[in-house]
């Protein structure tokens, strides 16, 4: 029997690293462990969609735990692993290896980085058809050494970002980050206001009308909700949240 539960009220709900929880219509996310990143602290965090035919598309997956093997069985079989830039692929082997039959999707960037891996095809601006109509997507591609494929769920008007939003709380600065390096998640930007792509994201991102053009599209979205994988989400107003965060586009 498939699991269903209520949408969590805020952003700021405490999620356990192996419990789902509901933010949406057949949208789940999973808040994983705080990882290193050369030298700092991350948190991470998964996104699950139910498909309309009920196959499960896992976007950045995090480590597999036997409990949240359990609770995403529950949800549906796992069809599509999804990894939206190079940086975001290091637990695709260990969920592909629980659902061998899941697909592997990735830019050519994961892809390059990734040849142990054998995926089914390459992520552009254009949907599989397997899950045309239910998410949309974009390829930002004009950073020089990041791009990223940007997903939007339409049943619950949800945008997806990995790293070009990066919006870490006082409290986790606080609790996992020095004073010094603090100071830089200011200067880059990557608190929870304002919320923006890192700084050598932003420096590097050269064809700027390009990257507007493509920023446009996404505010086109009207998303409601913002989900990122590295810092508090948003529930609400979420196309006001995008420009600000795009905002150094002149968007």
């Given at each position: 029997m498939k699991r269903s539960a209520e949408p969590a009220p805020a952003a700021r709900q405490e999620c356990r690293h192996d419990t789902p929880v509901q933010v949406g219509e057949d949208l789940w996310l999973v808040d994983g462990p705080v990882v290193d990143f050369y030298r700092l602290s991350y948190p991470t965090r998964a996104v699950i969609v139910r498909l309309p035919d009920g196959g499960l598309w896992v976007w950045s997956p995090v480590p597999l735990t036997d409990a949240l093997r359990a609770f995403v069985d529950g949800l549906g079989p796992v069809r599509y692993l999804v990894s939206p830039n190079k940086l975001h692929h290091l637990y695709l082997a260990q969920w592909q290896r629980a659902w061998p039959d899941a697909e592997l999707w990735g830019?050519?960037?994961?892809?390059?980085?990734?040849?142990?891996?054998?995926?089914?095809?390459?992520?552009?601006?254009?949907?599989?058809?397997?899950?045309?109509?239910?998410?949309?997507?974009?390829?930002?591609?004009e950073a020089l050494f990041l791009d990223e494929v940007v997903f939007f769920h339409r049943p619950s008007r949800t945008a997806i970002l990995a790293d070009f939003s990066e919006a870490f709380s006082d409290d986790f600065l606080r609790r996992h980050w020095k004073p010094w390096q603090r100071w830089i998640a200011r200067l880059w930007g990557i608190t929870e206001r304002p919320g923006k792509a890192p700084l050598e994201v932003r420096l590097s991102t050269l064809?700027?009308?390009?990257?507007?053009?493509?920023?446009?599209?996404?505010?086109?979205?009207?998303?409601?909700?913002?989900i990122m994988a590295h810092g508090v989400w948003r529930a609400d107003n979420g196309t006001a949240y995008l420009r600000q965060v795009f905002s150094w586009l002149g968007v």
């Open positions: 830019p050519v960037s994961t892809r390059s980085k990734r040849p142990d891996l054998t995926f089914t095809g390459t992520l552009d601006d254009t949907p599989p058809a397997a899950w045309a109509g239910t998410l949309d997507q974009i390829w930002l591609r064809r700027r009308r390009r990257a507007r053009a493509r920023v446009r599209q996404m505010l086109a979205w009207r998303p409601e909700k913002v």
